[in-house]
């Protein structure tokens, strides 16, 4: 059964910091990594999708890499804002398609 | 404008009385997933769909049903909703590109009180 970890639980950062937050995997057979972004009492929004055979994906301040051997990714943050603030969650897709696990998410809180 | 929709955002009941979670989605995709979030376990997956007439189950199904009867709608289904479902619920769209990417697009959530 695939687990997701995410790693720090809560990270409490001032702006203009450059942070990475970790997600690491148990079975390293997975059709695509998931970046999400949740505020409180909100949805999910999609920040990053890496697909298997992808090493790295970026878009604006945020870089998410993918080592599937190792089982684990990392999503980057340049130049944090207070507006970065909020739950960030690693979802990885595995092989038998439909099936998605999420890690229990990274608090963040940027303050100026 | 693209979007998940749920119906209702917020319900109150009480064990026993079963209720439906509509979920709607406007863009025509095949792949649709309820998930449940609580506090310290994180997003569980309930059950998903990859077309109409096609479910499975994921993590924690006990309790709940769901069926796809077109593609637009997942409803989800409690048929005697107990406390321990009490929870914030997110249904999920996929966009899929085969071989190229799979994105979700999630809902707005429901909270749903079981007294």
């Known amino acids: 059964k695939q687990e997701v970890t995410q790693i720090p639980a809560a990270l409490s950062v001032p702006e203009g910091e450059n942070l990475v937050l970790n997600c690491s995997f148990t079975d390293s057979a997975i059709y695509n990594l998931q970046w999400f972004r949740q505020d409180p009492g909100k949805g999910l929004t999609s920040l990053l999708l890496i697909q298997s055979s992808q090493r790295e994906q970026t878009s604006g301040r945020l870089n998410a890499s993918l080592d599937k051997s190792s089982g684990r990714s990392t999503l980057y943050i340049a130049a944090s804002q207070p507006g970065d603030s909020a739950t960030y969650l690693c979802?990885?897709?595995?092989?038998?398609?439909?099936?998605?696990?999420f890690g229990q998410g990274t608090i963040l809180t940027v303050h100026p | 404008e693209a979007q998940v929709t749920q119906n209702p955002r917020y319900l109150i009941t009480v064990t026993g009385k079963k209720l439906t979670v509509t979920c709607s989605q406007n863009m025509n995709h095949e792949y649709m997933s309820w998930y449940r979030q609580d506090p310290g376990l994180g997003l569980r997956q309930i059950y998903y769909?990859?077309?109409?007439?096609?479910?499975d189950k994921g993590d924690v199904p006990e309790g709940y049903k769901v069926s796809r009867k077109e593609k637009r709608n997942f409803p989800l289904i409690l048929e005697s909703p107990s406390p321990n479902q009490t929870s914030l619920y997110f249904c999920a769209s996929i966009f899929r590109l085969a071989g190229v990417a799979d994105t979700q697009y999630f809902g707005p959530g429901t909270r749903l009180t079981v007294l």
């Open positions: 769909s990859m077309n109409v007439e096609v479910t």
């Open positions: 979802a990885v897709h595995g092989t038998s398609y439909g099936k998605l696990t």
